[in-house]
Structures are given as structure tokens and as C-alpha cells.
């Protein structure tokens, strides 16, 4: 089912939970607000990098984001050492520094405690590197909410990639029929399509600073809490 921008307030989405035993949460921009993680890399990072070199704002925001487009979906992108290193910034004590804004987005909890009593698997599957990971957990209860965290840098491979799915298998078994994936980036929904997730959700609305988008060639809500009856 994909419903249309036009189709307008009414975003609850009638998802049959009996239908599924495993639910693979992507963690930021589906269950942590990527408001986060805009303003670091967008905001953030070019401010530090424009101020340690002596350039304007808008002239470092051109060079990192020339090298956050050089590797955009790889592995190097969610690397905090891989950023250190390009950059010539201290990531670790940045991301360190700007913590408190880590948040749930609206309901999450709310969400996660009523597939839990469900008793349906929760894993959250995420690019986020060790360190990054480290920073949201200690910010957020989000490992007591759920049975499993796996980072794809454990894997050694990004979830836009094939590989990840085949290696989180091993790890995780799961029956692929009986398992939905929850996440915002369309290049990892099309890769869990490939590697053949029965359910598969994009979210609308990863960052609550930005407006909702259209998503096109998947179910889609605004958050999770709309995958709840009522
Ligand atoms: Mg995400």
C-alpha cells in the first residue's frame, strides 16, 4: 500500500502485526530525530571546520559537503574515524559536545512499548558507527527498549549494500516473509527489497525541524506511532 501526499491528514496506516514476528528498526530518522544529525554535519561541523581554517561559513559548507557527497553511502560516511581524518576535526569531542540534542521523535517510546508487548523481536539495525552509537545510547534508554542493536560497521558493510542483509541473517535469523523493516533511507529499503524483507515501512518525517516528504514506491507514515491502531 503507498499512500499519496494528497491523501493528506490521515496518516495511521493499518499494519497486521500478526503478520510479522521481527521488526528491524533503523535507529536515526526512524526512531531518533535526524534533527540531530542535520545540524551536527550540516551545521555543526562546517561552523568548527570554517573557524579552524579561517574560512567563511558557506565556503567550508561547500567543501564538506563536496566530501560527504564522495562517499555517501558508504561505509567512510558513517565513520567517525574516517571524519577525523578528513576533516582534521575532533568528531568524537564535537558529537560529544552537542549530545544533549539527541532525542526520541514524537512517540517512539510510546511505539517501541507496545510492539514489545506484542512480543514481537525488536532489532535495530544501524549505520551509525560505535562511537556515534555510544553518544545516542547514553542519551537515550533506547537498548532497554529493545532486544538487539547491530551496527553495520560490525558487519563491515553499509545496509545500501547486499552484503549487509546476507551477514545480518547469519547473525540475526529471521524468516524473511515474517519480518518488517522500519527506516528513512530509500536506498536501504530498496536494498532490504532486494535481499527479499516481506514488510518493508519508509517514514516521512525523520527530522521534526523539516517538513514531511513524499516517499515514493513504499508504505509510508510520518512516524512510527501512526503503524499503531488508533
Ligand atoms: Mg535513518
Redesign the pocket.
Known amino acids: 500500500m503507498i499512500k499519496s501526499h494528497a491523501e493528506g491528514s490521515q496518516h495511521n496506516m493499518r499494519f497486521d502485526w500478526s503478520a510479522v514476528d521481527t521488526v528491524l528498526l ?1 535507529m ?3 526512531l531518533l530525530d535526524l534533527h540531530f544529525d542535520n545540524y551536527f554535519w550540516r551545521e555543526l561541523v562546517p561552523h568548527e571546520y570554517a573557524t579552524a581554517r579561517g574560512l567563511v561559513v558557506e565556503e567550508a559548507l561547500q567543501i564538506v559537503e563536496a566530501q560527504y557527497h564522495r562517499v555517501y553511502g558508504t561505509l567512510d560516511w558513517y565513520c567517525v574515524d574516517y571524519w577525523t581524518r578528513a576533516l582534521d576535526l575532533d568528531i568524537r569531542r564535537l558529537k560529544a559536545g552537542a549530545s544533549h540534542r539527541v532525542s526520541y521523535l514524537p512517540d517512539a517510546e510510546r511505539f517501541l512499548d507496545a510492539i514489545r508487548a506484542l512480543g514481537k523481536r525488536l532489532v535495530v539495525v544501524t549505520n551509525a558507527h560505535q562511537d556515534a552509537l555510544a553518544i545516542k545510547l547514553q542519551r537515550t534508554d533506547l537498548s532497554q527498549r529493545v532486544d538487539h542493536i547491530v551496527s553495520s560497521h560490525e558487519l563491515n558493510y553499509p545496509k545500501e549494500h547486499d552484503e549487509f542483509w546476507l551477514r545480518l541473517h547469519a547473525r540475526q535469523p529471521f524468516d524473511r516473509q515474517r519480518t518488517l523493516l522500519i ?3 530509500l536506498p536501504v529499503l530498496e536494498s532490504a527489497r532486494r535481499f527479499g524483507l516481506g514488510h518493508l515501512v519508509a517514514i516521512r518525517r ?1 527530522d521534526t525541524s523539516a517538513p514531511e516528504r513524499v516517499v515514493d514506491g513504499f508504505s509510508a507514515v510520518d512516524s512510527v506511532a501512526d503503524l499503531l491502531a488508533g
Open positions: 533503523d536515526d530518522g526512524t527506516e528513512d533511507s525523520p
